[in-house]
């Protein structure tokens, strides 16, 4: 059984560690956008900034929908990297105490 659990156990941590980076990354485009350092209209970046979009916002809407406004800044990303950083801790204990 521990052939079994300890791998998947592992891919859920990367897949978890890598949507923490996919977040990190929205964040940052959206950011450089907002301020007009890098032009939408640029196919690359428009189709770049739409998967990323379509990647995290499933999972950043609801938080956004109970978040209260902070004039302007969206905590949004912070929140849910604290939620996912929070749930590979919890997984990485149950690993452990499983193997």
Known sequence: ?????????????IVIRLYIWVIIIQAILSWLIAFN????YNRFVGS???VLYRLTEPALAP????????GGVDLSPVVLILI?????????????KVL
């Open 84 to 96: 996912l950083v929070f749930i590979q801790m919890v997984l990485t204990r149950l690993m452990f």
């Open 37 to 40: 350092v890098i032009n939408t």
């Open 48 to 50: 770049i900034s739409e």
């Open 63 to 70: 938080i956004r929908r109970r978040l209260p406004a902070f």
């Open 1 to 13: 059984m521990d052939v079994i659990i300890a791998p998947l156990f592992q891919i859920v941590l």
